[in-house]
């Protein structure tokens, strides 16, 4: 059973960062897709980045300010958020894929971690 598990969210001003973390245990060398998305209330879940061996995708609105990469050495997925924005507030997940990021597809999510933004 693979099991996401995120870490790393908390409150902050506008224009701070955080590091967000996702460990999947004996999953982080796989070739295939991993991303971060974001739920904020009354809103539709959202994909923010996605990365597979070959690929890395980022939603418009977080680009230039996130980044998302492996941590071979901690076997670990990483969101690395700068400058936040209030509009950034959201529940943050982490999922993972039996396939590449082109098939769109993610079997097994984390249980969120909270991210509050205040301006």
């Known amino acids: 059973q693979v099991t996401p598990v995120e870490s790393g969210g908390d409150s902050v001003q506008a224009g701070g960062s955080l590091r967000l973390s996702c ?58 958020m700068n400058n936040l924005k209030p509009e950034d507030t959201a529940m943050y997940y982490c999922a993972t894929s039996d396939e590449y990021c082109s098939a769109g597809h993610f079997a097994y999510w984390g249980q969120g971690t909270q991210v509050t933004v205040s301006s």
């Open 23 to 80: 460990v999947v245990s004996g999953y982080i060398y796989s070739r295939y897709c991993m991303g971060w998305f974001r739920q904020a209330p009354g809103k539709q879940r959202e994909e923010i980045a996605v990365i597979d061996a070959d690929f890395t995708r980022y939603r418009d609105s977080v680009k230039g300010r996130f980044a998302i990469f492996k941590d071979y050495s901690k076997e670990t997925l990483r969101l690395q």
